[in-house]
């Protein structure tokens, strides 16, 4: 399974890290700053894996990482995981972004954490990997786009119809209650 | 959503109460949302694997889901499960082989496809899978083969994913039952991955050279100059995949090379991880295949000082085992030696260099034992070597106890030795106790040569010292202190638990000290006491105070030495050497009565112990009359029962000889006695002949047939829990069976007669016809033993005629222990006559279901031979037992387990009060009730052959709040879904 999926840029700022193993703050600190000390000093031509460190618990652990630009996406991953596989993984991953916020940069993912994170939902759940095909994704993360919207109409509306309309705003409520269940 | 949320991190006690609500998501309409929910499920599963058991049926739907999506989701669980388990799911092996073709051959929809290659992460996990399934199994491995040289065949490499799924191809292909023409494609793909200007092909590549090399060498020979490329390859991860790779194929031809590479290697790196990892590799090599003395010592020099203090100590153990005990070659060996102590004396010469600390140690040790080899330098110089480094600052004091020891066994060779008395000089006013000791101890056996010459002998390192490790010397002493009113020692645990319950006396009022008078078994044995300081000699606390214990520890081949020194202490009557504890002097002084041989560490362990437990006595006792203090006693020698236990797995892993070992000796050779008797009694009963015999058979079968009417009611077993002695002998007998030379006839006897006791005694199932054909038809009953579950087949021959070598066999399975009774292989069945085979089962680890196995061979007048296949369902109850022990017992043990559940379950409403629920639990759980307070219950029970678990109930209105402990963590998680069944079922 994947251990944890990190990004972060050239200077080791990280931009996003995601863990599916419980660990303290500190320990997820120490293992994005051991990582991009890890990755950083290898150069272009060399591969894109790494073994035998002590990092996130044992040596079982690989490191799978790809350099994009800016950024280096690395995916910490146990032996269960086949290495090309998570490589071309993390194509998606970059791929489904892109499509996503259309050119995507260093900028989008740190004004748009929110949706980096459901994209990445999307894709791998539980340290699982859930879904590798790429129009799955962008759909899925388009309705989510959606039902934000409609929600944020909905929630001006009612602030526009004020208090008058307790009776309805109650009904509303419900109608936006139910949306999100069937959304579960 | 929530469902993502689910399965991030989430707290296992929370699990039951989203459990259904997941469980019905796997009926949802989406496709995603099934997915999601199968995952969330998986995670479950791991998070706590006994709570979801019973949804594995569900995790097969999921397999066989029109989408594809839900059905790969499923594979991760199967992939997990078939890791941990590979026999259980090979009947889904047809079905994987199934899907995999369907999706190699582009039966996906087109929206799975990855750059035109279908379902890419599919296939990978799908050829993981059969990977595991078809290890070692030829019948599973040929259902693959189809399928795996088809995707070999589709595979055209023309992208990455393409070559994901070749790599994982490969190593299946490898890893299942070998078939040559697959193992030829596979090694031309190999040849590509290492051919491959790609460095993540070349590494992956290296890779499976790596999994490959141990069944075809040649295919390394095949791409030799690739591999030298790698080896000066500027990435360093290529390059110690390389290093693997040559690991693998080290011989005696090509050690010094490869050694040499790895070195280079290792001096480059930085990485501690790395270092330690080749380290022990290099250690490994140079071991197997040394070529010469010369060669040997000058790696291992190189491995320790690179390696440092950093690597595994096992590598200087094992370099100094090798060094002492050497090889089959005297005149080997003394070279060896004498090259090694030359070569440290070298680098000990260089100055202003640093070794590690381990690698001083070493060098201290072999000097100490060896340097009587040297003949142009004598033991003088070698001390003053040894001082100087002693002198220095940056050696750790651990070192310098080593140091101090070489110089010990040196003295008694050097003639004049200003150095040595500088030294003591020098340390008996160290700050370090330690130190001080050392050199006090030296000091007084200098004074007494004769003395320290038979101490230390020359090169005697290895012989046998005969550590007296449970201190039986020390009996007289504790007897006597026992009998003048000292408390027995208690181990640590018990010591706690004790606070605890005397400060919490109001919280576990229930399981309470109400003294009762029960438990007191007397004297207790010395042996028990002795092994239990043993054992909190390990734990922390008191490992702390003992420094010098623990140091003497980690020197292992000094151990034995050291022994000798405090019975000379003793005998020179020289008491400003014994630590600071008056106590300790008085002990010293008993102690010398009894000794034969000791360790002083383990006495100074006593001792300690002896001072805590004196002082806790004193504490604990305030204000408990002498009644509670017998109860005490007793109870302190049932806990040390079970430390014994352990500790002596823990004994005989070390490999020492202990004496405690006589104990469980003796305790067999009575039964074995018994045994014996019972010989001569069925010998008796032999002459009377067969027909006898066959009445016998026929008898038992006679009560069978009468069990068959009556339901198995489980008061009654209950009631016959405590088994009379003689029935325990004769059940040690049917489980041991000492006597192999004891007839055939006899052992049918005796298992007649014991079947006729036990089946009148114990409970057992009804008798189930598990298979038959026209000649013969087989049955199977389960008698619910004390100590084990007896599963008794009964084969009946039908047919008019004979059956000749009938054997009944059943097969292993991994959950069960399976232990054959005596007289299952019968020459001849006779004519409709009626046989049966007994087997005792135990469980090994916990689970709720689990079949056993077997078939039965037989052969008719004249014809072939006959297979039949049967299976035996067993259950966890099965192999649940009351546990008869009285509430304090129950409150002593209840603190002492750390593996608890709590549930509530609602009652149906039949039941409702407690005497009611509490019979059911009874009846079918057989559980043992230990005492009823208010709306409160106690039981108790044992899984065979003794892992216990205690069960807390309390009833509101109608929900019955279960609270369950037990030693195994597993356990409570099984018996509350047993209870839940039981509960809510009826």
Request: proline share 4%.
């Amino acid at each position: 399974m994947i251990k944890a999926i990190l990004i972060f840029n050239n200077h080791g700022k990280p931009r996003l890290s995601k863990f599916y193993q419980p660990y303290s703050e500190d320990t997820q600190q120490q293992i994005i700053r051991e990582t991009f000390h890890l990755v950083s000093k290898r150069d272009e031509n060399v591969c894109n894996f790494l073994e035998g460190g002590l990092l996130i618990g044992g040596s079982d652990n690989k490191l799978i990482y790809r350099h994009y630009a800016t950024l280096y996406f690395v995916f910490c991953v146990d032996s269960s995981e086949s290495e090309l596989g998570i490589l071309d993984l993390i194509q998606v991953f970059v791929e489904t972004l892109d499509k996503c916020f259309e050119n995507v940069c260093e900028l989008d993912l740190i004004f748009h954490v929110d949706k980096v994170h459901n994209i990445l939902a999307e894709m791998v759940m539980g340290g699982m990997v859930l879904e590798t095909n790429m129009n799955e994704i962008v759909t899925q993360i388009d309705a989510q786009n959606k039902l934000e919207k409609s929600e944020v109409r909905m929630e001006s509306a009612l602030g526009n119809e004020g208090r008058k309309h307790d009776h309805e705003l109650c009904m509303m409520c419900s109608f936006h209650r139910l949306s999100f269940s069937i959304t579960l | 959503m929530a469902l993502t949320v689910v399965s991030q991190i989430f707290p296992r006690e929370m699990i039951p109460a989203v459990l259904p609500l997941i469980e019905d998501k796997l009926q949802h309409s989406k496709e995603i949302i099934r997915r999601k929910a199968v995952l969330a499920l998986y995670k479950f599963h791991l998070i706590a694997p006994n709570q979801v058991q019973h949804i594995h049926i569900k995790f097969r739907k999921a397999l066989c889901d029109r989408d594809v999506g839900v059905m790969a989701a499923s594979l991760h669980i199967y992939f997990r499960m078939i890791k941990e388990n590979s026999s259980g799911y090979k009947d889904l092996t047809g079905s994987f082989v199934t899907i995999l073709k369907q999706v190699v051959g582009g039966k996906l929809p087109v929206d799975f496809n990855y750059h035109s290659v279908p379902a890419p992460w599919l296939q990978i996990q799908l050829l993981r899978i059969l990977g595991l399934l078809g290890k070692d199994d030829q019948r599973t491995s040929e259902l693959m083969y189809d399928v795996l040289d088809e995707s070999l065949r589709r595979a055209e490499l023309n992208h990455n994913v393409t070559y994901a799924i070749l790599f994982e191809c490969v190593h299946t292909v490898y890893s299942i039952y070998p078939k040559s023409e697959l193992l030829e494609k596979a090694a031309k793909c190999i040849g590509r991955f290492v051919l491959s200007p790609k460095i993540n092909l070349k590494y992956l590549g290296l890779k499976a050279l790596t999994y490959v090399i141990q069944q075809d060498p040649t295919l390394a020979l095949q791409h030799q100059m690739t591999i030298i490329e790698c080896l000066d390859h500027p990435d360093p991860i290529i390059k110690r995949e390389t290093l693997e790779l040559l690991y693998r194929i080290t011989n005696a031809q090509n050690i010094t090379v490869i050694v040499q590479k790895m070195l280079e290697y290792l001096q480059q790196s930085k990485e501690e991880y790395i270092i330690v990892n080749l380290v022990g590799k290099i250690a490994e090599l140079a071991e197997k295949y040394a070529p010469d003395n010369a060669w040997f010592i000058q790696t291992m020099n190189a491995v320790f000082s690179v390696g440092g203090d950093v690597m595994h100590p096992d590598i200087p153990n094992n370099f100094l085992r090798l060094l002492a005990e050497g090889f089959d070659d005297e005149t080997e060996n003394q070279q060896l030696r004498l090259y090694a102590v030359q070569s440290y004396l070298t680098l000990l010469d260089a100055e202003n260099v640093f070794y590690p600390q381990k690698f001083l140690q070493v060098m201290s040790w072999v000097l100490g034992e060896y340097s009587y080899l040297l003949d142009e330098e004598t033991p003088e110089e070698v001390i003053t070597k040894l001082y100087k480094l002693l002198m220095n600052d940056s050696v750790s004091s651990e070192t310098k106890a080593w140091l101090l020891a070489a110089v010990t066994k040196l003295t008694p060779q050097a003639h004049s030795s200003n150095i040595v008395e500088r030294l003591i000089q020098e340390f008996t006013i160290s700050l370090d106790t330690c130190m001080r000791q050392h050199a006090f101890e030296l000091k007084h056996l200098r004074e007494n040569v004769e003395l320290m010459k038979s101490l230390l002998p020359v090169d005697k390192s290895c012989e046998d010292m005969v550590v007296d490790a449970s201190l039986s010397f020390l009996d007289g002493f504790v007897a006597e202190e026992l009998s003048q009113g000292a408390a027995p020692y208690k181990p640590h645990h018990q010591r706690q638990e004790e606070k605890l319950s005397q400060e919490k006396v109001l919280n576990f009022e229930p399981y309470g000290l109400s003294f009762s008078s029960s438990g007191f078994t007397g004297r207790q044995s010395p042996a028990g006491i002795s092994l239990g300081s043993d054992i909190s000699g390990n734990s922390a606390e008191t490992g702390l105070k003992e420094t010098n214990s623990l140091k003497l520890e980690g020197i292992k081949k000094l151990w034995g030495k050291e022994g000798y020194l405090p019975k000379k202490e003793g005998k020179t009557g020289d008491e400003t050497e014994v630590p600071p504890v008056p106590q300790e002097s008085i002990i010293m002084e008993n102690v010398d009565q009894t000794i034969i041989k000791k360790d002083q560490s383990q006495v100074l362990t006593q001792s300690k112990e002896e001072k805590e437990k004196q002082l806790l006595a004193s504490s604990l006792f305030v204000g408990l009359g002498t009644e509670s203090t017998i109860n005490l006693l007793g109870k302190a020698d049932t806990v040390s029962h079970k430390f014994r236990r352990k500790s002596k797995v823990k004994e005989t892993k070390s490999g020492e000889t202990t004496s405690a070992q006589n104990m469980p000796c003796s305790y067999f050779s009575s039964s074995s006695d018994v045994t014996y008797e019972d010989d001569y009694y069925l010998d008796t009963l032999q002459d009377r002949g067969d027909k006898e015999l066959n009445k016998f058979s026929l008898n038992s079968e006679l009560l069978d047939s009468e069990s068959l009417t009556e339901l198995p009611s489980v008061e009654k077993l209950s009631s016959c829990t405590l088994s009379t002695p003689s029935l325990f002998t004769d059940d040690m007998e049917g489980l041991h069976s000492p006597s192999s030379t004891a007839a055939s006839v006899a052992n049918e006897i005796s298992l007649a007669s014991s079947l006729l006791e036990e089946t009148s005694e114990h409970m057992h199932s009804d008798l189930v016809e598990v298979c038959n054909n026209e000649t013969i038809s087989v049955s199977s009953y389960k008698i619910w033993k004390d100590d084990c579950l007896l599963v008794v087949w009964s084969v009946s021959n039908k047919s008019g005629l004979e059956l000749k070598s009938a054997d009944l066999e059943i097969s292993s399975a991994e959950n069960f222990k399976i232990t054959e009774q005596p007289g299952c292989c019968l020459p001849v069945i006779e004519t409709e006559s009626i046989k049966t085979f007994q087997y005792s089962v135990q469980m090994e680890k916990p689970f709720t279901e689990g079949n056993l196995f077997g078939f039965i061979n037989y052969q008719m007048m004249d014809t072939h031979s006959v297979q039949l296949e049967f299976s035996v369902n067993l259950s966890l109850l099965d192999f649940i037992r009351p546990l008869k022990i009285s509430t304090e017992n129950f409150g002593k043990l209840w603190l002492s387990f750390a593996n608890d559940v709590k549930q509530n379950v609602k009652m149906s409403e039949s039941q409702a009060a407690l005497p009611s629920a509490l019979k059911t639990l009874q009846q079918k759980l057989r559980l043992h009730v230990v005492e009823i307070i208010g709306n409160e219950g106690l039981l108790a029970c044992q899984l065979l052959p003794s892992v216990p678990c205690l069960l807390h109930f309390r009833v509101h209105g109608d929900v019955l709040a279960l609270w369950f402990r037990s030693s195994c963590s597993t356990l409570p998680d099984y018996l509350l879904y047993q209870c839940q069944k039981v509960v809510e079922g009826s």
